[in-house]
């Protein structure tokens, strides 16, 4: 799944450890969404969404069937 959590943490110039703790999980967390190597939970979707202003499906993006 594609995001756009690093983007938009970036633009508010938040590290990766401030984002955690707004979203009340570990920095390594935010590290995983980031580089796709996680999906976060749906719980922490809506959390994200809810910090940013923006719906889920503006932040994350299936991939692209290959």
């Not at 703790?21 to 796709?36: D, H, K, P």
Request: no cysteine; glycine share 6%.
């Amino acid at each position: 799944m594609r995001n756009r959590v690093r983007d938009l943490r970036e633009e508010r110039g938040w590290s990766q450890a401030q984002l955690g703790e707004r979203l009340n999980v570990s920095r390594q967390t935010v590290n995983a969404i980031e580089t796709g190597k996680y999906d976060p939970s749906l719980p922490v979707a809506f959390r994200i969404a809810a910090l940013f202003g923006s719906s889920i499906e503006s932040i994350f993006q299936p991939e692209d069937p290959a």
